[in-house]
């Protein structure tokens, strides 16, 4: 043969499943959850909040959205009611950290029994809690929403323990 006739032609790219961000790792996660201060209503607040942030992978607005209500028993099992972009209604299973997190949280707030009350107040005021003002645990952490996100996609598929390779600290 004289010539070859894909010289010239380029390949096309090759996409991975992994994606630019990076999940954070065991060890990081764990240092992140266990940041704020247990003994106070603020660090069980905050507490609670990075357990659902990434233990399940939700976005800020997500995670802001949350009301009291929105923790419900499905055929016996606590489940999040998650109002996501488009207004899409999704279930998920309450990871059991998470739920203690919450309960303890619920329990010192005294907002456990109002339906319609924001999930995460602040510590001194009765109502929600911005999304701007959330994050800043997460900025003093330099942990990006993306990050937590998907580590709680690794979270939900190694179960936090299996030491991932592609979970990075």
Known sequence: MDFNPVKGAKRPKVESNE???SALGDHRARVLLD???PTTLKGKRDR???SVLLYHGLRREELCQLKVRDIHARRGV???RIHGKGNKLRYLPLHAGS???I???LEVAGHG???NAPLFQPARRKNSIGVDRRWRLQDR???CSYRTRHTGFWCAQSSCNSGDKRARA
Do not use: F
Request: net charge neutral; proline share 8%; hydrophobic share 45%.
């Open 78 to 80: 606590l489940h999040l």
């Open 99 to 101: 739920a203690e997190r």
């Open 35 to 37: 940041a704020p201060d």
């Open 48 to 50: 609670a909040l990075l």
């Open 141 to 143: 952490a330099r942990v």
């Open 113 to 115: 029994e109002i339906p």
């Open 103 to 105: 309960h303890a949280y």
């Open 19 to 21: 994606g630019k961000t």
